[in-house]
């Protein structure tokens, strides 16, 4: 009964910027932590961000100095600013959401439907 729908996603020159969002909505008790993660053409879907309910941040480092993860709990909303974008980071993007839900108060996962970024000249 959790939904996540993201939004954000499109075509961007490199150094551009995007700013992905990612909504949850359903029987959400409590959500634990909020995340972005990525698979690009060839390669391994891979951890991008992720910031807990507490604040605690974490980023890969590829994207470090570049990337932005933030959330609105009240909304159970989370953000990605993604700055000086680069070729690389082309990728559909997913967001998935961790916590306890209201309905049958157990552990759940939810991922987005997924947002293709690409960064392109």
């Known amino acids: 009964q959790v939904n996540l729908v993201e939004s954000g996603g499109g075509l961007v020159q490199p150094g551009g910027s995007l700013r992905l969002s990612c909504a949850a909505s359903?029987?959400?008790?409590?959500?634990?932590?909020m995340g972005w993660y990525r698979q690009a053409p060839g390669k391994q879907r891979e951890p991008v961000a992720l910031i807990t309910s507490g604040g605690s941040i974490n980023y890969a480092d590829s994207v470090k100095g570049r990337f932005t993860i933030s959330r609105e709990n009240a909304k159970n909303t989370v953000y990605l600013q993604m700055n000086s974008l680069k070729p690389e980071d082309t990728a559909v993007y997913y967001c998935?959401?961790?916590?306890?839900?209201?309905?049958?108060?157990?552990?759940?996962?939810?991922w987005g439907q997924g947002t293709q970024v690409t960064v392109s000249s």
């Open positions: 998935n959401v961790k916590g306890i839900t209201s309905s049958t108060v157990t552990r759940f996962e939810s």
């Open positions: 359903g029987s959400i008790f409590s959500v634990s932590a």
